[in-house]
């Protein structure tokens, strides 16, 4: 398995939709993730943290199945200011102690449309 | 002003040439990354540096180097560029608070190596 595998879409969806990205990673020993909102031609932000099972953030939402080691990011009541590519990040499996280097997704695109 | 800055911000050189790409923070951070990103590849580590006297190699250091010349500054060095080179480089710090830290971008370099 790739260290953090994302579909990268894009998912074109109208204004008010609910979009689902998944994401997969490898490291078992992760204990954190994130997830990161890049613009076009931007660099990447900070758009959640998950340590736990699941955050939730106004209108997005995060989980986390480790067992299945996957995180998911829900985005309710989509606008257009949404649109973006969004990355899924994970701490790398070969960092020695304590996991300061992140993997990143290759990101999936989002495209709200009016 | 923004925390972190990196210059230039877009460059165009030469096959062979040296280009150095500065980084500077005013978040106060320990930790300063070098990352590049390529259409379809993400976002790759390149070098990152713990405080001024460590500097690790990251997945992709060949072909470039990187000083810290300070807590506030981290260069980023292609001695002889080569095209594929051409991406956009991403400066990146987090401070030494947690077990993975959230990263702060910077705005970002366009490099073109004709």
């Known amino acids: 398995r790739k260290e953090v595998e994302q579909d990268p879409g894009p998912f074109n969806v109208p204004e008010g939709a609910t ?7 490898s490291n078992s020993a992760s204990q954190s993730f994130f997830w990161y909102r890049q613009d076009c031609r931007k660099e990447p932000k900070l758009l959640m943290s998950v340590y736990s099972s699941g955050n939730e ?30 990355l899924c990040v994970v701490p790398s499996s070969d960092s020695g102690a304590g996991s300061y280097q992140l993997t990143f997704g290759k990101g999936t695109k989002l495209s709200v449309i009016p | 002003d923004a925390d972190v800055t990196q210059t230039p911000r877009n460059r165009i050189t030469k096959t062979g040439k040296r ?11 320990d930790r300063m990354y070098w990352y590049r990103q390529d259409p379809g590849l993400g976002l790759r580590l390149i070098y990152y540096s713990f405080d001024v006297k460590d500097i690790n190699k ?15 500054k981290f260069s980023l060095s292609l001695e002889s560029a080569i095209p594929n080179q051409t ?6 710090t987090s401070d030494s608070s947690g077990y993975a830290d959230t990263q702060y971008f910077g705005p970002g370099t366009r490099l073109t190596v004709l």
């Open chain 1, 57 to 86: 953030d106004g209108r997005f939402t995060a989980q986390l199945n480790r067992a299945s080691q996957y995180i998911s990011l829900l985005i309710r009541d989509s606008k257009l200011s949404d649109s973006a590519t969004y």
């Open chain 2, 19 to 29: 280009i150095m790409l500065e980084c500077s923070q005013t978040k106060g951070h």
């Open chain 2, 58 to 72: 990251g997945e992709i250091s060949d072909g470039y180097s990187v000083s810290r010349q300070a807590q506030a």
């Open chain 2, 87 to 92: 991406a956009l480089y991403f400066c990146a």
């Open chain 1, 19 to 25: 979009v689902a990205f998944n994401c997969t990673y």
